[in-house]
Structure formats: structure tokens, C-alpha cells
């Protein structure tokens, strides 16, 4: 019986430090591509190389590729920055509006570049021609689509 009890408690023991390693597997130093304009709370952000940083509060700077430096999936800063953000299994697939994009209206349709169709399903208006779409996937979530660096409620299809 004690054999036992030695074998769970090191079987136990085991997974507690592989779950505490699993959480530090994120911990490091990431990249932000292109221009930052600061953490918008909700907001998400490619980082290079794969990955998705999400902001949870609002911090307006400006840094131009910023380091992300993480203890594991926790950001502790953005360049020099102390932000509240968190990094997220995921991808982005970059594609444009197939023509003119004037917003959305509920139910209206915009044809992408590499063949998916987005539908809204909110309104907002603003204009644009051929604008970048990013389309964000994160594990466990619904894709997010951002049209010109503005997110859009909508649903995707093929």
C-alpha cells in the first residue's frame, strides 16, 4: 500500500511541474510587426512568427515593432512600456476587400481576396478601396475580422 501511495505522490509531483513548465513555455521575448500605436483593451495583435497578443487595458504609445517580453503567457511589457496584455495560441490570415469597402450594413456581403466572403452583422460606416483585412484565429474563438485596422462583427464563409 505505501509502494502505491509513492508512486501517486510521484506521479503527482510530476504533473505539477509539467504543468508548471507548460505554463512557462510562452515566457520570452516576441515581436510586434509594423507600426504600434499602444494597447486598445480587446484588441488583438499578430506577433510574428505566430501568436496573437490580446490588451487588456488601454495604454496609448508608439513603437515601431516592439519587443513583447512575456512570463509566460502574461505580457510583463510592450518595447519599454508595463502592459496588462496576454499572448494567445493563434493566426492571422491577411487578405484585402475584393473592391470598394463602405462599411457595414446587416447582411451585407464583401467578397475577399483569397475567396472567403465576410457578412456583417453590426453598422458602421467609413470607405476605403481594396483596404487590408486581417483575419485573426485564436483556439477556442470565433475568427475576428479587422477591416482597415477597425473590428467588424460579422460571420465568414467559404
Known sequence: MKRLTHIQCGVFSLLLCLGIGLDKVHAGTYQISGAFNGCDHGK???????????CKEYNYFYEYSPEVRSDGREVITIGDEKV???????SVITTQVADEFEGCDFDK????????IFVCSTYSYSYSYMPEVKIILVEGW???????????DGTLYR
Do not use: C, F, Q, T
Open 44 to 54: 488583438l495583435y499578430p506577433i510574428m512568427g505566430g501568436g496573437v497578443l490580446e
Open 84 to 90: 496588462d496584455a496576454y499572448l494567445h495560441n493563434g
Open 109 to 116: 456581403r464583401y467578397e475577399l481576396l483569397n475567396g472567403l
Open 142 to 152: 470565433s475568427p475576428v475580422v479587422y477591416i482597415d485596422g477597425e473590428k467588424y
